[in-house]
């Protein structure tokens, strides 16, 4: 049985898509251990099996070779000890925002009154507490992450996975929602695995680094960031080294 003394732990991982002509390597040899309170952010070039590492630690693939462990538990498909954010937010239109955020819980039999508690947590800690009643549609890009965010949050899972829930928006939106993923989980402690292709996004979140090579994904590169909890970590002396040096680990990955 898998140790419960980490937050999730992958060990051997492998897999592969089918392709016309025979299987197409995605991850190979992969092994990580995560533990509690960490946010693991994952950088690569393009093809390296970054989203298709996420979609094995969801359970929404099943690896060919390897195992993967959250909080102990042999992963063995989806399950509400480990939220989702998609790049793009997939929101229910039809639904308010509160309804939104309330809808794995209502799924669970969770009671009305505990439901709409903790949506209302769930939306005040992303900034949006007097949104329960809008339509998704009346939202800005931000807005609708933020919802999703609370709506991934709500479960209380043990592993938050984030799969380059940035991507889609812009420049000042997306800077705006890093400081506010990174407060969240400076307040909340929670554990945190995202994926990113852009490297200053990925030393500004993660406490920890990890490069994967391009196709079959390796891990190449693992490094615990060692900047502090301050609200803007690009001020602090170490920020700019470490970028570098992600920067030339993905570079020569891509090569």
Known sequence: MPS???????????????????PVPALDGIDLSLAAGEHLVVVGPSGSGKS?????????????????????????????????????????????????????????????????EVAGERLAQVGLADAGRMRTYELSGGMRQRVAIARALAPDPGVLLMDEPFGALDALTRERLQD?????????????????????????????????????????????????????????????????RLASAVRAAAA
Do not use: C
């Open 4 to 22: 419960t003394d980490d937050a999730l732990v992958l060990t051997g991982i492998g897999h592969e898509y089918r392709g016309g002509s025979g």
């Open 52 to 116: 298709t590492l996420l979609r094995l630690i969801a359970g929404f693939l099943r690896p060919t070779r390897g195992e993967i462990a959250a909080g102990g538990v042999p992963v063995r498909g989806p399950g509400p000890d480990r939220g989702m954010v998609f790049q793009q937010p997939t929101l229910f239109p039809w639904l308010s925002v509160r309804a939104n955020v309330e809808f794995g819980l209502r799924t669970a039999g969770v009671p009305r009154e505990r439901r709409r």
């Open 180 to 244: 506010e993923v990174r407060a969240l989980w400076s307040a909340t402690g929670k554990t945190i695995v995202s994926i990113t292709h852009d490297v200053d996004e990925a030393v500004r979140l993660g406490s920890r680094l990890v490069v994967l090579s391009a196709r079959p994904g390796r891990i190449v590169l693992d490094e615990t960031s060692g900047l502090p909890r301050s609200p803007d970590p690009r001020a602090e002396p170490g920020f700019a080294p470490l970028r570098d």
